[in-house]
């Protein structure tokens, strides 16, 4: 069974940072595509930021410049770094993966289940 899990979440004041973090572990043959979504209140859930295996990124326009996505393919963790964070930056943070499972060889999507960020004064 594969799972993700998130860290690193919590309550921050406007401009400040925080680095979240999400290890995929189980039976685990590869793993593509890493990446981060976010959900704030009463809104649908929307990309942050995506690195494939390779390292490229891809960012959504409200975070560039101010998030950095990173991974380490040693310990299949992906992190998100948030850097001069905003109140609509409010959300639960979702990380995701696609993932070849060891026992079935199946490509799948692969959810954690979510770590809160609040930015308030």
């Known amino acids: 069974q594969v799972q993700l899990v998130e860290s690193g979440g919590g309550l921050v004041q406007p401009g400040g940072s925080l680095r979240l973090s999400c290890a995929a572990s189980g039976s685990i043959f590869s793993i593509n595509t890493m990446g981060w979504y976010r959900q704030a209140p009463g809104k649908e859930r929307e990309l942050v930021a995506t690195?494939?295996?390779?390292?490229?990124?891809n960012y959504a326009a409200s975070v560039k410049g101010r998030f950095t996505i990173s991974r380490d393919n040693a310990k299949n963790t992906v992190y998100l770094q948030i850097n001069s964070l905003k109140p609509e930056d409010t959300a639960i943070y979702y990380c995701?993966?696609?993932?070849?499972?060891?026992?079935?060889?199946?490509?799948?999507?692969?959810w954690g289940k979510g770590t809160l960020v609040t930015v308030s004064s």
């Open positions: 690195i494939t295996s390779g390292g490229y990124t």
């Open positions: 995701n993966a696609l993932i070849t499972a060891a026992t079935t060889r199946y490509l799948m999507n692969y």
